[in-house]
């Protein structure tokens, strides 16, 4: 259905980077719900090169999550380029440039959405990473600094004379950070000139959602991010289910994936942030996220998860 290069995708429907969530538990529960393309947390390229022991752990993969892209941000061409070398030992399908994240300890060093301020040296990194890649590289920015300097026009050109396959746009400005709204009429015009695929980013909360905003933009695909979280429907037709039971069906994959690939005993915060997001919007929610935030070990939040799937517990929340 759509391509970035040579790799081949089922769905328009792209998992973000999420930083803090996007592990590999995550990306497998999102992909078996749908998505065509996972996207790893943002990288350091600086941690990478030196093998720090907890990048080191962000690259954790396998045959179920594929295709994958691993997201490097950094400032550096030379350094960026070499952490792309090193990646090529991992095997990603794509390699993600993150050029638009707004957040203050990656744009001081002149990272993420600070490179839009500087055009000249973002396309020096893409043109390291593409020099040291043998997969796809794609680039991910925002529609612009402020609502009074969009450059995203200037950097999808950019960004396919350097070498890039395909670009994202988040439709936010790094100004407006998280805040505000996605501005769709900007992508729409950013894909209308663009010679390489645009995915639109920014808003999407549900399938339905996402096909109209590929309809709406002509965007070659979607990117979905924090609505993914607890709801990995987000990439399916059907839809998020209303029922408890098929909810119960999602927490625990999510949790079966979890304790397969993780530390539990060192991730249990994490865990009952990730689990909690299943259960809103229902009679009965807020009580199920309390008991999962006081659970105080892995295997109680296993048990307690399994015991909502009993009948005593079901008739209370359908």
Request: hydrophobic share 40%.
């Amino acid at each position: 259905m759509f391509a970035i290069a040579g790799c081949s995708l089922d769905s328009p429907f792209i998992l973000a980077p999420l930083a803090g969530y996007s592990d590999l538990p995550f990306r497998l529960l999102c992909r078996e719900y749908g998505a065509s393309l996972v996207v790893s947390e943002m990288i350091s390229c600086h941690a990478l090169i030196y093998k720090q022991e907890k990048t080191m752990k962000m690259l954790a993969s396998c045959p179920a999550d594929r295709p994958v892209a691993f997201q490097l941000f950094g400032a550096d061409p030379d350094i960026i380029g070499e952490a792309a070398a090193l990646l090529q030992e991992f095997q990603p399908d794509c390699i993600d440039l993150n050029m638009g994240c707004p957040v203050r300890k990656v744009t001081k060093r002149g990272a993420g959405s600070a490179l839009m301020k500087d055009i000249k040296l973002a396309e020096k990194i893409i043109t390291a990473v593409v020099n040291n890649s043998s997969v796809p590289v794609t680039v991910k920015t925002r529609i612009g600094i402020d609502s009074q300097t969009i450059t995203a026009f200037k950097f999808a050109a950019m960004s396919a004379d350097a070498g890039a396959s395909a670009i994202t746009i988040h439709g936010r400005t790094w100004a407006q950070g998280f805040s505000g709204t996605a501005d769709w009429e900007i992508i729409r015009q950013i894909k209308e000139r663009a010679t390489i695929p645009v995915i639109g980013n920014g808003d999407i909360k549900s399938y339905d959602e996402g096909i109209n905003r590929m309809r709406e933009s002509t965007c070659d695909a979607v990117m979905v991010g924090r609505a993914a979280l607890g709801n990995p429907w987000v990439f399916s037709a059907a839809g998020r289910p209303e029922g408890i039971d098929a909810i119960l069906i999602a927490a625990n994959r999510h949790l079966e994936l979890i304790e397969k690939h993780l530390d539990t005993n060192r991730v249990l915060a994490y865990v009952r942030n990730q689990i909690g997001r299943y259960f809103r919007d229902f009679s009965g929610s807020s009580l199920i996220r309390q008991s999962i935030h006081s659970c105080n070990s892995f295997p109680v939040l296993k048990e307690y998860i399994l015991s909502l799937a009993s009948p005593d517990h079901n008739r209370h929340f359908n």
